[in-house]
Structures are given as C-alpha cells and as structure tokens.
C-alpha cells in the first residue's frame, strides 16, 4: 500500500476511535446489581410495626412482640430476613415497664444504637400505663447487648421515632388528645433526654384518616433533596382502611403545627386487587449501595384482619416524584418475588451453624446419623450438612433447630430440667424441650441457645476443646463455652 493510500486508512481508523469515545462519553452508565430475589412477606410471624436498619452488610429487622422481650432479626440480604434467627435483644420485668412491648425501632447516633419502644405495667389492662422507653448498646453492633437508658415523658406516648433537622434532635410520637390520636413532637438534648415539652403538628381531619376511628399515628422521617418529610399512620389499624398519609416539613419550627403541611389525600393504601390490606406503621430503609429507597410495613391480607400478631412484614422500592416527594405505590400482593436491594452481595442464607466461643468448633449431629437420640456434639467446622441448621420461628419468641441432614430437631434428653442433661436430635414432637430462645450475651453477635423447658443454656462439657465434647444443658454461668455464633451459610 502506498503512503496516500495509507493516509485515508490512518484518518478513517482515528475517527473511529474518537466517535467510540464520545459515543462512552454519553452512553448511560449501567445500572447497579440487582438485589436477591425476595418475596414478601419479610417476616410472616409477629410482623407487626416493622423497622428495617441495613448496616455494615446486613439488615436488621425488629418488630412488635407483644410480650416483655424484643427479638431481631439479622441477614445479608433482604431476602434472608424470613428464615433469619429471631434473636432476644432485650427482656425486662421491671413493673413499670415489663409487658406489651411494641412498636420498636433502632436509631444510630454517636457511635451506639437507640432502641426505643413502648411497654405497658401489666398485662391484662396495659394501655393507660404504656410509656415510650430508650436502650443505649454497649457498641455499634445493632443487636446490643443493650442498658436502659430512660422513660421518656410521663403520658401515654405510643410510636416514637427521631427527627434531625438543622442540627436539633426532636422525638416523635403520637398521643391523645381533644377525643383524637394526633401526631405530637418534642425537642431532646440527646438520644434519651427530652428538653422540652410535646407539641401537636397533625390531626385528622381528612375523611380518609377516620374510617374506623380518628387516628393519625406512627410518624415517620425520610428526608430527601433538602426536604424533610413524615410519613404516618392514619385511621384505624382495625380496619381495613389504615393507610399512610404525609407531612412536609414547609416552615421553620419543627414544634409549631403550622410548620408542616399535610396531604390532602392519602400516600399509600389498601390494594384490594392485590389482597393487601390495611398496611400502615412504616419505616424506611436504602440498599446497600445506596441509591435506591426502600418502604417496610405491615399489612392484612384479609379486610377483616385487625390489630394483631396476623399483620406481617412486607418491604418493596419506592421512587421519587419529579418535585421531590416520594412516590411510595402501591402494596406488593403476597407471594411477588422481585429484586432486592441494589448492591446485595452475599448469598441469601440456607441454613446456620453454631460456633462455640471458647473451643471455635461447630454443633452437630454425631457422625451424620439420622437416628432419634443421636447425641449431639462440637467438632472442627467442615461444612458438613450435620452441622448445618435450620432455624424455624414457633411464632412465640422461640424457635426449633432442624438438622439439615437429619430433618431431625435439637431436644433435651427425656424434657430433663437438670443441670447435665445432654442435648441430642429428635424427631419433632411439638412440645417446649425442643423449642430454643436465642439470647444475645455480648457485642459481636455472642449468644446464649436457652431452653424454653428448662431455661438451661446449650453448654460444651467441662469447658473441652476437643472434637467430640458432648454438648448438654447446663444453668448459665456466663462463660464462654456456654456462648455461640450464629453463622449464616
């Protein structure tokens, strides 16, 4: 080829890589990794008042129990939420704050976690006495251990939640008033101290936040863009008709009921079409990458579900409208899988083992046998499927442990109460010696397997560290062959 031959090639290829280069310049850039795939509901027992943290790679679920104990939930992904471990993060039989426990959610501030929640003083008559308390953890694990901390105000405050707005902390709640449950606010000078009086910033006036009762209720912030709004329950949650309405924060004193402007209309509903009924009380969380905005509620998926353990847990995206307030949609129907959240990385949980803190070694069934009475043991973590576990939630604070090569439950020989007792599988019986609370001991996810029988903790005899040290029921000393981690495989 001759030189001016050449010269059209040369100018030809160089145009071409300049036009590839403008055409990178303003193609769109991918989209981020699709989440696992989830499928609501997230938790289909105790479902009730959800709140969702994602931090340091997992989600954190905690929701109303009902009782005087708080369990969440910990997995990598969404998805995992469901088959998660129920782990006790907190019991209390102070009088003064001992029953009823509900509507919990965790804030992080300055390093330590904020659990705050409703208890009442009894159970048979426990609304009059209810109050808004606060925990502080020992660390920046979300599931504690955590200290009490404080009641906040001395009236009957339900659904507390935090607002940060230009530098001031404020709680959130609602409280009765004027024959109405109205949405109510007071400034704090920390996590657990309030500085000031409540106020009231929304009732319901709308017909929409009345069906079945005058209630506006469960605030909750999301800011976005530079706006700050609140999202909350309306109507009541006896109904089929609960729903969400919105505050936006247009003033300039957060205290002052003129400082926020409500919608007129209702943000988010019962979705007959798709069976889902009554949603309310929720929260808000991002997904692990950090660009996508994420809805958690409860909901009915019958219109004459009420007020109780029957609501679960349901999580879907939402987005943004084109003047900044969030688009929420409408509820998922059960049973719809989509993706989770962007940026999941991890595989969505199988099963769990157990590690022993003192010896590192793993709970399982001795020798793989698939035998009632089979004794159960530690030995070297391999990744046997004998010292796989399922963790199947009773729907009472407990759980079974299903071996995934047996199919066979975790059980105390012959429901024995006594110290020494060994722990073997069984097939499932259904009675309370094969039903274990997970209680967490220390910061880094430690905790303690407890008998519901017995109330004895699973315990490696004489504190061995050898492959095949049986592992019995014993009372808690507090020690570290008595304390295990929850491993998700």
């Given amino acids: 080829m001759s030189r001016t031959e050449r010269q059209p090639a040369l100018l030809i290829a160089v145009l071409l890589v300049v036009l590839a280069g403008l055409v990178a310049a303003v193609a769109p850039t991918a989209g981020a990794a699709e989440g696992r795939p989830y499928t609501n509901p997230v938790k289909d027992r105790k479902g009730a008042d959800p709140w969702i943290e994602f931090y340091d790679g997992d989600y954190y679920l905690i929701t109303t129990s009902w009782t005087s104990e708080l369990t969440m939930r910990k997995s990598p992904t969404l998805a995992g939420l469901a088959t998660a471990p129920s782990v006790q993060v907190w019991s209390d039989s102070t009088s003064s704050r001992c029953c009823n426990m509900g509507a919990p959610e965790i804030h992080f501030r300055d390093g330590r976690w904020y659990l705050y929640y409703v208890a009442g003083q009894g159970i048979a008559d426990y609304n009059p006495t209810q109050r808004v308390h606060v ?245 070297s973590c391999d990744g046997g499927t004998n010292q796989r576990w399922r963790v199947e939630d009773l729907g009472n604070d407990t759980s079974r442990l299903v071996n995934a090569a047996s199919g066979k439950v975790l059980d105390t020989a012959d429901c024995s109460v006594v110290d020494g007792a060994e722990l073997r599988q069984s097939s499932w019986l259904n009675n309370l010696c094969q039903a274990y609370r997970f209680v967490v001991t220390d910061r880094g996810g430690w905790i303690r397997l407890v008998n519901a029988r017995s109330g004895k903790v699973a315990d490696v005899e004489n504190c061995s560290t050898a492959d095949g040290a049986d592992v019995r029921q014993w009372s808690w000393l507090g020690n570290a062959c008595q304390q295990w981690q929850l491993r998700p495989v």
């Fill in 135 to 379: 925990l502080e953890s020992a660390g920046s694990d979300p599931m504690g251990p955590y200290t009490y901390r404080n009641q906040l105000g001395a009236t009957r405050i339900l659904d507390a939640g935090l607002l940060t707005l230009n530098g001031s902390l404020y709680l959130l709640g609602s409280a009765s008033g004027g024959g109405t449950r109205n949405l109510v606010i007071a400034p704090m000078s920390n996590p657990y101290t309030l500085s000031g009086g409540f106020s009231t910033i929304s009732t319901p006036t709308y017909g929409w936040e009345r069906s079945g009762g005058t209630v506006n209720e469960a605030p909750e912030v999301i800011q976005h863009a530079g706006k700050t709004f609140v999202v909350y329950s309306a109507s009541g949650c006896w109904t089929p008709d609960h729903r969400l309405g919105r505050l936006t924060f247009t003033g300039t004193d957060p205290l002052s009921a003129s400082s926020w402007t409500k919608k007129s209309t209702p943000v988010f509903g019962r979705s007959d079409a798709a069976g889902v009924y009554g949603p309310g009380h929720n929260g808000f969380f991002t997904s692990p990458d950090g660009t996508e905005n994420w809805i958690v509620y409860h909901a009915n998926n019958s219109a004459s579900g009420g007020c109780d353990n029957g609501r679960t847990t349901r999580a879907q995206k939402f987005t943004w409208n084109a003047d900044g307030t969030p688009d929420l949609g409408t509820p998922l129907a059960l049973g719809t899988t989509r993706p989770g959240p962007s940026g999941e990385s991890a595989a969505t949980p199988t099963g769990y083992t157990l590690v022993n803190r003192d010896s590192g070694k793993c709970l399982e069934v001795e020798g793989g046998s698939a035998a009632d009475g089979a004794h159960v043991i530690q030995w």
